[in-house]
């Protein structure tokens, strides 16, 4: 059967599921043409003469690879001037970024981190581009648009997204009514929908975390991961499995297609920080893909998507994927809440 493309798609959402404004499908299709300009230079590898790294180091301060940078400026360049932005917001950026003057202003605010997973880049490891769409404050019109016009909880999403940068190039995209996917046919330059209404076991043998940490997690999630090292001889009574590609994307990715459960949780390295990986431009979006999957996404105690954000680049503990899996862990994190 013929496939649809993402303009197809994204007509008939409009047109069928009235879930679609204009101005978002017209987004979309500009961070999906981004993507693919992205995805090309990511595909050049050292022919391209943007891996390694920059002087620069970023908000978060984490060193900035030429491609982050890079990829930053090409959703920049391909966002300002479409008239339906107000304002723009990345992982590479200390502020907000409001549209110029020269350009009409819009309604809607795009959030991104641009390059996820960089680390991997220089090992040819599948890394991702991340973007969440909320609307801009109604009262926010005739104004210049501020940080705190972005601090809206993850229930606010309009849209979220990611490009997966692998073997194949996929984007996975919600507008809340469900959770597709699009794999990039190199030869016409079309995203052709391959994953329809994709949905996530409930159940899972499958855990991805960064288990050298281990010594630094909090005890529910030691409990959790004991017992799922325990195997068929203890509590869960059936052997587990691990996959940690340290690129949430990819990670994410994997989860969405055959299930399991990702946790990036608190850990006491820095006891200070809620977690590694930040809301506003990873665990929201994500958080929308993967509920509207049928899967669910907690900080361990409550929905990530219902957090108020306080920070625009604030960081949370992260806990994904496959719904039994995901509120057993958070029922353990509730049970020594209560008892504390
Ligand atoms: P660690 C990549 O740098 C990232 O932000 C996520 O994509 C990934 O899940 C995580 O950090 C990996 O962190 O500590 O395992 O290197």
Redesign the pocket.
Known sequence: MKLKTLTQFLIEQQRLENALPADVRLLIEVVARACKTIGHHVGKGALGNVLGNLESSNVQG?VQKKLDVLSNEILLEANEWGGNLAAMASEEMDSVYPIPHAYPRGGYLLLF?PL?????IDVNVS??TIFSVLRAPTDSAGRDITEADFLQPGTAQVAAGYAVYGPQTVLVLTVGTGTFGFTLDRETGSWMLTHENIQIPADTSEF?I?A??LRHWAPPVRRYIDECLAGKAGERERNFNMR????????VHRILCRGGI?L?PWDAREPERPG???LMY?ANPMAFLVEQAGGAATNGLGRILEIQPGQLHERVSVILGSRNEVERVTRYHHEVDTQA
Do not use: C, P, T
Request: proline share 0%.
């Open positions: 984490e981190d996820d997973g960089s680390s991997n890394i991702g991805a960064n050298s940490n940690w590609i340290a690129s949430m994307v990819a990670d990702f990036y590694k990986l930040r990873e």
